[in-house]
């Protein structure tokens, strides 16, 4: 068992936590799960003797030290508040960066060698050209300013504590499991059940990158361990860019045509109507990872699973 590798993942009853755990049980990992005190979704957890769930606010992560021995990766995906309002709230925003610095000082307390974040396209700003790891940002929600800080303030502390912290800019990503809410399954759902589909006008570029894609992508930055630069930033995404519309018509025919996108008819989000074309350079040439799932087999996936269980 001292050979054996351990992995904390937080926010483990989410969409990106959930998997996360998953795919290090798959790989052999020991997992400590960390969720919300009576977490209604703590049901998404595997039964798997390899898997420890730990219930812990993300206000008192700290407390998870005397459960959690060692462990040599430290994935934080808890963040509070992810819908458009929440985005949008100054105040709540804060308390996530300081949580999740909080999170980093537990790893480390816990002897980790790695931490990995879930970081946002948000944090580049509105932008219009190709998005690249080295780029000035400027973010325009607190959002995507929070992301910002949180880069920012962990990578120095990383730094001084000889951690290895990798900032994962995630573009977009989708798939089951996913909060109903979200622009896909909604899509989906609305579509599937003939009904009319509220949109903003869909004329901004946009990438997608289908759940287990990424997974696999955060499994390999977990890995990275690199004496001469212990900070790094990799952007997160497919090689799929183009108008969003083109998108949501791909889902509108694969749905069978039914019900009826309404462009125009909702307002835009905590960002505003920016495009996102992402560089995936970086990540594809150090990682040899690249995106393998295509969005229309991600999309026929989440039909699928739909059709099966009547949500997504």
């Not at 420890?52 to 008192?60: F, L």
């Not at 307002?267 to 920016?274: M, R, T, V, Y």
Request: proline letters at 4%; hydrophobic letters at 40%; charged letters at 25%.
């Amino acid at each position: 068992m001292n050979d054996r590798k351990a992995a904390v993942v937080t926010g483990a009853s989410g969409f990106l936590g959930n998997n996360m755990v998953r795919k290090l049980l798959q790989e052999d990992f020991l997992v400590y799960a960390i969720i919300r005190p009576q977490s209604p979704r703590k049901w998404r957890m595997p039964n798997n003797k390899d898997l420890i769930v730990v219930e812990a606010d993300a206000d008192d992560i700290m407390k998870i030290i005397p459960k959690v021995p060692s462990a040599d990766i430290f994935y934080h995906f808890a963040w509070k508040g992810g819908n458009n309002e929440a985005r949008k709230n100054i105040g709540l925003q804060l308390v996530n960066v300081e949580n999740s610095l909080r999170s980093l000082e537990t790893a480390i307390e816990i002897g980790c060698s790695s931490f990995v974040f879930a970081g946002s396209q948000a944090e580049y700003g509105t932008r219009n050209d190709k998005l690249c790891e080295g780029d000035m940002c400027a973010p325009v929600s607190p959002y995507g300013k929070a992301k910002l800080e949180m880069w920012e303030r962990a990578s120095e502390l990383a730094e001084k504590k000889c951690l290895q912290y990798t900032h994962a800019r995630l573009f977009s990503v989708y798939g089951t499991g996913d909060n109903p809410a979200t622009l896909i399954p909604s899509c989906i759902t609305h579509f599937l059940n003939k009904k009319k589909m509220p949109l903003t006008s869909c004329q901004q570029i946009w990438n997608f990158l289908y759940i287990e894609d990424a997974i696999n992508a955060l499994f390999e930055l977990g890995k990275i361990r690199d004496q001469v630069s212990r900070t790094q930033i990799y952007n997160v995404a497919s090689k799929d860019t183009r108008v969003l519309r083109d998108f949501i018509q791909e889902i509108f025919r694969l749905t069978g045509r039914q019900g009826e996108p309404v462009y125009g008819s909702y307002p835009a989000n905590a960002e505003g109507l920016a495009s996102i074309i992402p560089s995936t350079e970086k990540i594809e040439k150090e990682l040899a990872w690249k995106a393998e799932i295509s969005f229309e087999e991600g999309i026929k996936r989440m039909i699928e699973e739909y059709k099966r269980s009547g949500n997504i």
